[in-house]
């Protein structure tokens, strides 16, 4: 019996600004050049219900409307990466919410200037992800 566990795994979607963009290749390079694996990808369009059901826990707040509108406005291509400490090492890359306060050598503080279109969403926490993919990519176990 092996001692050590499974890496985790973590939900990543790269927002409809960062297609627009063209960002893309960028972002998933900088996850590639860390050492974390890129287990599934999708492109998809978010509608209502998905941008209602992803942000359970924002729908109440006043930044939603403008939110939900801008992340159902295009297509955003979602991933599922997995590698050790997945979840904590992809939130340190992508850096602080506000692309404005961000720090210099993530990917919002070197590439957005947005508290709203700020290029990424990573899952925050060990429940987070496993909701969202179970959301996002149910045919992973
Ligand atoms: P994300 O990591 O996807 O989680 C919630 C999203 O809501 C966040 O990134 C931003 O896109 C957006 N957001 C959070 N706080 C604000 C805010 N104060 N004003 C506008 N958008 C916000």
Do not use: C, Q
């Amino acid at each position: 019996m092996s001692s050590s566990s499974p890496d985790e795994r973590t939900l990543v979607l790269i927002k409809p600004d960062a297609v627009r963009r063209g960002l893309v290749g960028e972002i998933i390079s900088r996850f590639e050049r860390k050492g974390l694996r890129l287990d599934a990808m999708a492109t998809r369009t978010m509608d209502d219900a998905l941008a209602d059901e992803h942000y359970a826990e924002h729908v109440d707040k006043a930044f939603y409307p403008p939110l939900k509108a801008f992340m159902t406005g295009g297509p955003l291509v979602a991933l599922v990466l997995s590698g050790d400490d997945v979840i904590n090492v992809v939130r340190g890359l992508i850096g602080a919410t506000d692309g404005r306060k961000a720090a210099a050598g993530t990917i919002r503080g070197d590439l957005s200037l947005s508290n709203r279109e700020n290029l990424v969403h990573a899952s925050d926490s060990a429940d987070s992800a496993k909701r969202e993919l179970a959301l996002w990519f149910p045919e992973l176990d």
